[in-house]
């Protein structure tokens, strides 16, 4: 059996675990805090494209650039409203309150939305695929990863050549020091949960247009985003690539051999990797 | 009018009250040092003033406005700048990352600019693109110093700048505060280092145990006067 197809498959996978990780690695790098609620903002944003979808008879993709400054938005008033104020020295209370969070929005668009499983619809381009031998690359799977590529080098850029990414690095070496320099953290840190909140917009996006998703499928998201940002290495952008590449691979490989493998051989990899790079493959100092 | 004076400035850590009363004045182009022990309360005093510790509003005067508990955020912006004890430099930025982020709290492009800040001390340009960190510990007081002149003080605080550098490092940092006087801008110095301190300074104030002991020229006061006042014994 040829191992080259799941391999590839994987890899257009980790494209949208790397979505998923790279909010999460964006924000701990910057503020230390873990959104223990990051997956089902995800979902919260693929409900609220789908909202614009059937509500406004949108293309699935205009309600994308919608969804994006309106996430900015939300992640910039959920840090300033409730999480800046959690941010002491307990690393307990912010994830106690982004998990209580995860509990609301949950519980919040079973309300709205009932727990069938919906999806995004782009039309002929969900099952367009290119053939070659017995290999099929999907284009929406290829979309993913080249957006996921996409949105890690602008994150490079924005957080290692511009003015904004200087000022998120300095606060995250130093809250205090920063101060001194004119710059009020609180509005940093807001600014990082905006920015991290259109991401993901952007994953909630392809989540939704490769496949199904619930009320529910929150947590799952966050584990994997997790487990991406760990393999890679805390707070690296290009980890959480590497890192979601290699969960990706991990599942449809153990896929391969044994369906009821996926998920198994992803936690098993994960596992692997924390007992012999805990540090993660691209760590920060 | 004195261009900062303190008047009764208290500083509390919880209840620890670490400045009993502090009344310190500082005239426009003057050096003064704060002298004093470990645990005088020289820090505290430095940290009150830079906006990092809390004191009620009038305990600060800025050319005659009161601005004691303003955030150290605004702070730098009305012209207090400090150089913090430690240097305290941003260690995932380069120098001259670091030396930018001193300017970050300022819209107008002119005085301490990159280039007089790289004229002035000529070795940061040729580390500009280096990882703060990798510099030896002489060139990082230099770095904390640019750092704080990039948001063009009109009075420039430096918290214990000699601690741990070499004795021609010493030098060669209190040679650059002579020069950034020179230029105009005040200075408020913290220092355990007496010699370097008294041979800096135009005025010092000893500080111990978080009251003023002892203030005045340092040609004026005798050696044992400002030992007294240091170690709370004559001898």
């Given at each position: 059996?040829?191992l080259l197809?799941?391999?590839?498959q994987?890899?257009?996978?980790?494209?949208?675990y790397?979505?998923?990780?790279?909010?999460?690695?964006?924000?701990?790098?910057?503020?230390?805090?873990?959104?223990?609620a990051?997956?089902?903002?995800?979902?919260?944003a693929?409900?609220?494209m789908?909202a614009?979808?059937?509500?406004?008879?949108?293309?699935?993709?205009?309600?994308?650039?919608?969804?994006?400054?309106?996430?900015?938005?939300?992640?910039w008033?959920l840090?300033r409203?409730?999480?800046?104020?959690?941010?002491?020295n307990?690393?307990?209370?912010?994830?106690?309150?982004?998990?209580?969070?995860?509990?609301?929005?949950?519980?919040g668009?079973?309300?709205?939305?009932s727990?069938?499983?919906?999806?995004l619809?782009?039309g002929?381009?969900?099952?367009?695929?290119?053939t070659?031998?017995?290999?099929?690359?999907?284009?929406?799977?290829?979309?993913?990863?080249?957006?996921?590529?996409l949105v890690?080098?602008g994150?490079?850029?924005?957080?290692?050549?511009?003015?904004?990414?200087r000022i998120?690095?300095?606060?995250?070496?130093?809250?205090?020091i920063?101060q001194i320099?004119?710059?009020?953290?609180?509005?940093v840190?807001?600014?990082?949960?905006?920015l991290?909140?259109?991401?993901?917009?952007v994953a909630?996006?392809?989540?939704?247009?490769?496949?199904n998703?619930?009320?529910?499928?929150?947590?799952?998201?966050l584990?994997?985003a997790f487990?991406?940002?760990v393999i890679?290495?805390?707070?690296?952008?290009?980890g959480?690539?590497?890192?979601?590449?290699?969960?990706?691979?991990?599942?449809?490989?153990?896929?391969?051999i044994?369906?009821?493998?996926?998920?198994?051989?992803?936690h098993?990899?994960?596992?692997?990797?924390?007992?012999?790079?805990?540090?993660?493959l691209?760590?920060?100092? | 009018?004195?261009?900062?004076?303190?008047?009764?400035?208290?500083?509390?850590?919880?209840?620890f009250?670490?400045?009993?009363?502090?009344?310190?004045?500082?005239e426009e182009?003057?050096t003064?040092a704060?002298?004093?022990?470990?645990g005088?309360?020289?820090?505290?005093?430095?940290?009150?003033?830079?906006?990092?510790?809390?004191?009620r509003?009038?305990?600060?005067?800025l050319?005659?406005e009161?601005v004691g508990g303003?955030?150290?955020?605004?702070?730098v912006?009305?012209?207090?700048?400090?150089?913090?004890?430690?240097?305290?430099?941003f260690p995932s930025?380069?120098?001259e990352?670091?030396l930018?982020?001193?300017?970050?709290?300022?819209?107008?492009e002119r005085?301490?600019t990159l280039?007089?800040?790289?004229?002035?001390?000529?070795v940061?340009?040729?580390r500009r693109?280096q990882?703060?960190?990798?510099?030896?510990?002489?060139?990082?007081?230099?770095?904390?110093i640019?750092?704080?002149?990039m948001?063009?003080?009109?009075?420039?605080?430096?918290?214990?700048i000699?601690l741990?550098?070499?004795?021609?490092?010493?030098?060669t940092?209190y040679?650059?505060?002579?020069a950034?006087?020179?230029?105009?801008?005040?200075?408020?110095?913290?220092?355990?280092?007496?010699?370097?301190?008294?041979?800096?300074?135009?005025?010092?104030y000893?500080?111990?145990?978080?009251r003023?002991?002892?203030?005045?020229?340092?040609?004026e006061l005798?050696?044992?006067?400002i030992?007294?006042?240091?170690?709370?014994?004559?001898?």
């Open positions: 059996m040829s197809n799941p391999l590839i994987g890899v257009l996978l980790g494209g949208l790397a979505l998923y990780a790279a909010g999460l690695s964006l924000i701990f790098g910057v503020m230390r805090l873990v959104n223990l990051h997956g089902d903002f995800i979902v919260l693929a409900y609220l789908l614009c979808v059937t509500a406004l008879a949108l293309p699935a993709w205009v309600a994308l650039l919608i969804a994006m400054p309106f996430m900015f938005a939300l992640g008033a840090q409203l409730i999480l800046n104020r959690t941010l002491k307990d690393l307990l209370v912010p994830l106690l309150v982004t998990f209580g969070l995860s509990i609301i929005i949950q519980n668009l079973l309300l709205a939305f727990a069938d499983s919906r999806r619809t782009v002929e381009l969900e099952i367009a695929s290119w070659f031998g017995d290999i099929s690359i999907g284009v929406v799977p290829l979309i993913t990863f080249i957006v996921a590529v890690i080098l994150l490079t850029f924005l957080f290692y050549r511009t003015r904004l990414g998120l690095r300095a606060t995250a070496d130093s809250t205090e920063v320099m004119g710059i009020d953290p609180r509005h840190f807001a600014i990082a949960m905006g991290s909140f259109v991401v993901i917009a909630a996006f392809f989540m939704g247009v490769r496949a998703f619930d009320p529910a499928a929150g947590p799952s998201r584990l994997y487990e991406a940002v890679g290495g805390l707070g690296s952008f290009w959480t690539l590497i890192g979601g590449t290699i969960l990706g691979v991990a599942q449809t490989v153990g896929a391969a044994n369906p009821e493998w996926q998920q198994l051989a992803g098993v990899v994960f596992l692997a990797v924390i007992l012999a790079r805990p540090r993660g691209l760590a920060r100092a | 009018m004195s261009l900062l004076t303190t008047h009764g400035l208290e500083v509390f850590y919880g209840d009250q670490a400045l009993f009363g502090v009344d310190v004045a500082v182009g003057e003064v704060i002298i004093g022990a470990n005088a309360g020289k820090s505290s005093f430095m940290n009150a003033l830079s906006g990092l510790a809390p004191t509003r009038d305990a600060i005067l050319a005659g009161a303003t955030p150290a955020y605004d702070m912006k009305l012209g207090i700048a400090l150089v913090p004890e430690g240097r305290r430099l930025l380069t120098v990352e670091n930018l982020m001193g300017s970050s709290g300022r819209t107008v005085g301490w280039p007089v800040v790289y004229d002035f001390f000529p940061l340009r040729e693109r990882l703060a960190p990798t510099l030896s510990g002489g060139q990082q007081q230099l770095v904390a640019g750092r704080a002149l948001a063009n003080p009109r009075i420039l605080l430096c918290d214990e000699s741990g550098l070499s004795p021609a490092m010493v030098q940092v040679q650059a505060l002579a950034i006087k020179a230029r105009g801008t005040t200075i408020l110095i913290v220092e355990q280092d007496l010699r370097a301190a008294l041979a800096a300074a135009d005025r010092i000893c500080f111990m145990e978080g003023v002991s002892l203030a005045g020229r340092p040609a005798s050696r044992d006067a030992q007294a006042a240091y170690f709370g014994t004559a001898r």
